[in-house]
């Protein structure tokens, strides 16, 4: 892998966050808007006492920063293949020099850099408004939050490689994925409340044991390191399928000529 | 394709099947050093296939590509850092400035001192006023000025260009094909060339292939074709193989 064609892709990126109002309002409002609803939801839960001893707020604006995280990791990866096909710029790109690996790096680099903006964003938003310090936690949530961005890097991996075999029409999904992966991901309720045979799906996403283990240490102080390494572990796996999944259909869109006509 | 030339491109025996129909057809073609080739054929004769398998971006059914002596499926990165691409209908992205894309594709193609080449490509392109400009706000002309800018950013030894005129009007076409004959010669660009405007072929070519349903007819000077067929230019020739399938 090559720096220079990493950081050039990451670039062209960069160059459109400046002057993109809609791509700002991602990375700025639509977050700050979801904490404050959530927000406000928690501090109303909390002064009607539904919550009994738990920090309701703790838990809810710990959530959601969280899942942010999550969305913004799959989210970055997906949209920036996108606006390559958006822009009929694949081909461009594909004459190039440039590596697949290099591709997925520099993609991968643009979502830790949004996730660090949105987690910025939205921690001092929830500092200010609702007095909750998500470092109060701990600096162990740093490398649970590296496993959520891990994971839906993996998610955007996997759009990707859909879009790519069932060309733009799989689009939606670069935008839907998540709202079918947050009921079973037990992001604002425990693993438990769910029904017995859900659970076993639960358990099957890393990003479970990230928000379980964040509830425990809101209720418990506890941080569970067993919790860590299970979601790693899962992470890797997934990892090396999505990666072999997303090969395996550049390879099938090669054979096929499909990539000249993907953004025709 | 002179004895004593080196081949830039060779092409043996490729052949592309999508399913049941035969794109490109047992084709086997070189292109030497220094070398203008214009491919040629009616729609769907196989030659954008051929071009893209050249590129890697369609794998080949069978067959091989080698250019620069190497095969591209397994020295891609390093073939491809020596080629460049360009064709009005891939478009550079709208949402960037154009000295952005220009600095992006530099970075691409690993090119040193990015800023003094951009510099130096946009007063040989006249594209010096566009830089600070949205590529979406440029013209077709300028547009197309951008787009070879683009092209001869890593100075490539092969050029590919795939109908590169096709949406300029006589005068700016006319002016992008002197440009273009003055850097082949200043630069020894050896250039893969596909137009269905038969005059710009007959003075730019050196050399034209003609496809017809993935096979190809001719192999051959511009002169020598036209003789061959006995016609008076290769317009009439174009006609001729086109109306005989």
């Given at each position: 892998m090559k720096w220079h064609r990493i950081k050039a892709l990451l670039v062209r990126h960069l160059y459109l966050y400046q002057r993109s109002v809609p791509r700002l309002m991602d990375v700025f409002f639509w977050p700050t808007m979801t904490l404050l609803l959530w927000g406000f939801v928690s501090e109303y839960l909390q002064q009607s006492n539904f919550s009994g001893s738990v920090n309701i707020v703790a838990v809810l604006m710990g959530a959601i920063i969280f899942w942010e995280i999550l969305s913004e990791g799959q989210h970055s990866l997906s949209v920036a293949f996108l606006e390559d096909i958006w822009e009929r710029n694949l081909l461009n790109i594909f004459v190039t020099p440039l590596k697949l690996s290099e591709f997925l790096a520099s993609t991968a680099l643009l979502g830790v850099i949004r996730v660090f903006l949105v987690s910025v964003v939205m921690a001092i938003i929830a500092i200010f408004a609702y007095s909750f310090n998500l470092f109060s936690l701990g600096f162990y949530i740093i490398p649970f939050a590296f496993n959520l961005i891990f994971f839906g890097w993996i998610l955007g991996l996997i759009i990707t490689a859909v879009i790519l075999r069932f060309?733009?029409?799989?689009?939606v999904l670069a935008f839907g994925i998540m709202f079918l992966v947050q009921p079973f991901t037990a992001v604002f309720y425990p693993v438990s409340i769910l029904p017995k045979y859900i659970q076993y799906i639960s358990y099957a996403l890393p990003s479970t044991y990230v928000f379980e283990a964040l509830r425990a240490v809101v209720n418990t102080?506890?941080?569970?390191t067993s919790y860590f390494f299970i979601s790693l572990g899962l992470n890797l796996i997934y990892l090396a399928l999505s990666l072999w999944f997303f090969y395996a259909m550049f390879a099938r869109i090669k054979k096929n000529g499909m990539i000249t006509k993907m953004d025709s | 394709m002179k004895k004593d030339q080196m081949a830039i491109v060779e092409i043996k025996n490729l052949i592309k099947k999508f399913d049941k129909f035969i794109a490109v057809d047992d084709v086997s073609f070189e292109i030497g050093e220094g070398e203008t080739v214009g491919l040629l054929g009616p729609n769907g004769a196989g030659k954008t296939t051929t071009i893209q398998m050249l590129l890697d971006l369609i794998t080949p059914t069978s067959g091989s590509v080698k250019v620069f002596g190497k095969d591209i499926s397994r020295h891609r990165t390093e073939i491809l850092g020596q080629i460049n691409f360009s064709s009005p209908y891939v478009a550079l992205p709208g949402n960037l400035k154009v000295w952005e894309n220009l600095s992006v594709f530099a970075g691409l193609y690993g090119v040193k001192n990015s800023k003094q080449k951009i510099d130096e490509l946009a007063n040989i392109f006249d594209i010096k006023e566009l830089l600070p400009k949205m590529t979406s706000n440029l013209s077709t002309g300028q547009m197309t000025r951008l787009n070879l800018a683009k092209a001869m950013l890593n100075d490539p030894k092969l050029l590919v260009l795939d109908e590169p005129t096709s949406s300029l009007d006589p005068d700016i076409a006319d002016r992008y094909r002197k440009l273009l004959k003055k850097i082949q010669k200043e630069k020894m660009l050896t250039i893969l060339y596909t137009s269905h405007n038969m005059l710009e072929i007959e003075e730019i070519c050196d050399r034209v292939i003609f496809l017809n349903k993935g096979k190809i007819t001719d192999n051959g000077t511009p002169e020598e074709i036209i003789k061959k067929y006995g016609r008076k230019d290769l317009n009439d020739v174009f006609l001729a193989i086109a109306r005989e399938t």
């Open positions: 060309g733009t029409s799989a689009q102080g506890h941080f569970l | -």
